[in-house]
């Protein structure tokens, strides 16, 4: 059930300028999308961060289980062939 | 010795009086606020005003021509000597007042500094220039919340109401023509205040509408502030905004 006291949770995300992504800042409380938003502009930007905000309810996101995380990431471990390590790079090639 | 431009002066004066005082009020909040984040919300708006006023004060330290200076005119005058509009000192009373206030405030700044930037005096169009985006802000914010506050539960509803039928006489006086702000029109310093009242009316009954608030009255009466004969709440605010100067003249950190 809904806390009707409390202002439902936010998480924030700013992108500090343009061409790289947004990047979680924080959360904050807000009553509405809007509310969230002139929050985050006041709480996370107030010194030039960003050009940018996305604001979400953080009841809206679905996270991965701590729990699970054997099952989700241990086994990417011993496969070091998915990183692309293993080819011989042109003498030629210089900014890579 | 008389001030080389005593209207212009005095013009300039309102214009740091009324965003010096109202962001006094704002700050007041701090601390208080009914959420950390409208603590932060609030001050941000404050702290728009008080860089307003610096600007404008300074600049009517220079008209003036005695050498006195942003923090001479904040800190150090008397009550009388304040021309402010008679709204921006009224008490902040509950969060509805104070938005209410806020709301009436910011739309009738926005639609004065929107004019301003093509003031025939271009110190105050560049002043009015780098405002009218904070303010456009300000109004966004205190709009928002009366609509929420207006169109939201029973007893939201019925204090800002109340604030609205409270304040709704001090408007009056944002309006109220006398000398110094007709020399300032007829010389393209400063728009004709007719013609702000006429937009900021239609800001305002848009945002009525959209808060589902009914629109006061109008009344006769008026206040007279900008003449420097303010409400009694006024000396309270400049004691407590006064004392640190006066107590240790000239003190910094």
Same mark, same amino acid.
């Given at each position: 059930?809904?806390?009707?006291?409390?202002?439902?949770?936010?998480? $924030?995300?700013?992108?500090? =300028?343009?061409?790289?992504?947004?990047?979680?800042?924080?959360?904050?409380?807000?009553?509405?999308?809007?509310?969230?938003?002139?929050?985050?502009?006041?709480?996370? &930007? =107030? =010194?030039?961060?960003?050009?940018?905000?996305? $604001?979400?309810?953080?009841?809206?996101?679905?996270?991965?289980?701590?729990?699970?995380?054997?099952?989700?990431?241990?086994?990417?471990?011993?496969? $070091?062939?998915?990183?692309?390590?293993?080819?011989?790079?042109?003498?030629?090639?210089? &900014?890579? | 010795?008389?001030?080389?431009?005593?209207?212009?002066?005095? *013009?300039?004066?309102?214009?740091?009086?009324?965003?010096?005082?109202? #962001?006094?009020?704002?700050?007041?909040?701090?601390?208080?606020?009914?959420?950390?984040?409208?603590?932060?919300?609030?001050?941000?708006?404050?702290?728009?005003?008080?860089?307003?006023?610096?600007?404008?004060?300074?600049?009517?330290?220079?008209?003036?021509?005695?050498?006195?200076?942003?923090?001479?005119?904040?800190?150090?005058?008397? @009550? #009388?000597? *304040?021309?402010?509009?008679?709204?921006?000192?009224?008490?902040?009373?509950?969060?509805?007042?104070?938005?209410?206030?806020?709301?009436?405030?910011?739309?009738?700044?926005?639609?004065?500094?929107?004019?301003?930037?093509?003031?025939?005096?271009?110190?105050?169009?560049?002043?009015?220039?780098? !405002?009218?985006?904070?303010?456009?802000? @300000?109004?966004?914010?205190?709009?928002?919340?009366?609509?929420?506050?207006?169109?939201?539960?029973?007893?939201?509803?019925?204090?800002?109401?109340?604030?609205?039928?409270?304040?709704?006489?001090?408007?009056?006086?944002?309006?109220?023509?006398?000398?110094?702000?007709?020399?300032?029109?007829?010389?393209?310093?400063?728009?004709?205040?007719?013609?702000?009242?006429?937009?900021?009316? #239609?800001?305002?009954?848009?945002?009525? !509408?959209?808060?589902?608030?009914?629109?006061?009255?109008?009344?006769?009466?008026?206040?007279?502030?900008?003449?420097?004969?303010?409400?009694?709440?006024?000396? *309270?605010?400049?004691?407590?905004?006064? *004392?640190?100067?006066?107590?240790?003249?000239?003190?910094?950190?």
């Amino acid at each position: 059930m809904e806390d009707k006291h409390q202002w439902p949770l936010y998480e $924030v995300f700013v992108r500090s =300028r343009g061409g790289l992504d947004h990047k979680h800042a924080g959360s904050l409380h807000a009553a509405d999308a809007r509310m969230a938003l002139e929050h985050a502009r006041d709480l996370y &930007t =107030r =010194r030039e961060e960003g050009v940018s905000i996305w $604001v979400v309810r953080s009841t809206d996101i679905t996270a991965s289980d701590p729990r699970d995380a054997d099952s989700l990431f241990e086994p990417a471990r011993d496969k $070091v062939y998915r990183h692309p390590t293993f080819y011989d790079i042109p003498n030629e090639v210089k &900014t890579l | 010795m008389r001030v080389r431009d005593e209207d212009l002066f005095r *013009y300039v004066l309102r214009l740091g009086d009324l965003s010096l005082v109202l #962001g006094q009020r704002l700050g007041q909040w701090v601390g208080h606020s009914p959420a950390l984040e409208e603590d932060l919300g609030l001050a941000n708006v404050a702290l728009d005003l008080l860089g307003q006023a610096r600007l404008f004060l300074s600049y009517a330290g220079e008209i003036e021509g005695r050498g006195r200076g942003e923090d001479q005119l904040a800190f150090l005058r008397e @009550h #009388g000597e *304040y021309l402010n509009p008679t709204l921006a000192e009224q008490p902040n009373g509950d969060f509805g007042r104070t938005i209410v206030r806020q709301v009436l405030i910011d739309a009738f700044q926005l639609e004065l500094y929107e004019r301003l930037t093509s003031s025939s005096d271009e110190r105050l169009a560049e002043i009015a220039a780098k !405002a009218v985006k904070e303010t456009r802000y @300000h109004l966004r914010y205190s709009g928002g919340w009366l609509v929420r506050l207006g169109d939201g539960t029973e007893e939201s509803r019925a204090r800002v109401s109340s604030a609205l039928e409270h304040l709704w006489s001090y408007t009056v006086e944002l309006f109220a023509e006398d000398e110094v702000d007709h020399a300032m029109a007829e010389r393209g310093v400063a728009p004709r205040l007719a013609d702000v009242q006429k937009t900021w009316s #239609g800001h305002i009954d848009a945002l009525l !509408a959209e808060a589902t608030l009914e629109r006061p009255r109008e009344r006769p009466y008026s206040w007279f502030g900008k003449q420097g004969a303010h409400s009694e709440h006024l000396g *309270y605010m400049l004691a407590e905004m006064q *004392y640190l100067q006066r107590t240790y003249p000239g003190a910094r950190w």
